[in-house]
């Protein structure tokens, strides 16, 4: 019983002091590293029938905005998704995104959703032929983020709507102007 409500004391505590240990508002930049899972069913080649392909390789992104208040920003960023290969295919897409960014304080950690857009471009190579590929597409996101000031260390799942499919996984860190 004592532990319990030692326990249930410390987490109200940590609670209260939550507004000292997030971020309010300002410009942020930020940067990270995990893998991108790509499907792509079909590409634009002549007398070549493309494969199914659905590979994952390393990616990265980096990324800046604005914190209006604790619950909304706006995002925007670089990302390389990688140039992940299956036999004779490689595909190789980056994009440049916007994004919504809506946001639940829990003391200092953050759960927040992101809904925008994506501009990206794809190079597919197979068998010696190349076909490219571009386009404004849908994009969404969830993450959590742990907060300590004006740094913070994130881990993300996002939605792209390029190619067939591409889901991002990343984990990595903002400071806060």
Do not use: H
Not at 83 to 110: C, E, H, Q, S, W
């Amino acid at each position: 019983m004592m532990l319990r409500n030692t326990l249930a004391l410390s987490v109200l505590l940590a609670l209260a002091s939550a507004p000292a240990l997030a971020k309010d508002e300002g410009f942020y930049v930020g940067a990270a590293i995990g893998g991108a899972s790509i499907q792509q069913d079909n590409a634009d080649f002549e007398d070549i029938d493309f494969p199914e392909f659905d590979e994952s390789d390393f990616a990265w992104k980096i990324f800046a905005g604005y914190q209006f208040n604790p619950v909304f920003a706006v995002e925007g960023g670089y990302r390389d998704l990688g140039a992940p290969t299956a036999g004779n295919a490689k595909v190789d897409p980056y994009g440049i995104d916007v994004f919504a960014v809506g946001g639940i304080p829990l003391g200092p950690l953050r759960g927040f959703g992101k809904l925008g857009g994506i501009y990206w471009d794809s190079d597919t190579k197979y068998e010696g032929q190349k076909s490219s590929d571009d386009g404004f597409d849908f994009a969404a996101g969830l993450g959590l983020e742990f907060e300590l000031g004006s740094f913070a260390i994130r881990g993300e799942i996002e939605y792209l709507d390029i190619l067939d499919e591409t889901w991002m996984y990343t984990i990595g860190a903002t400071f806060t102007f």
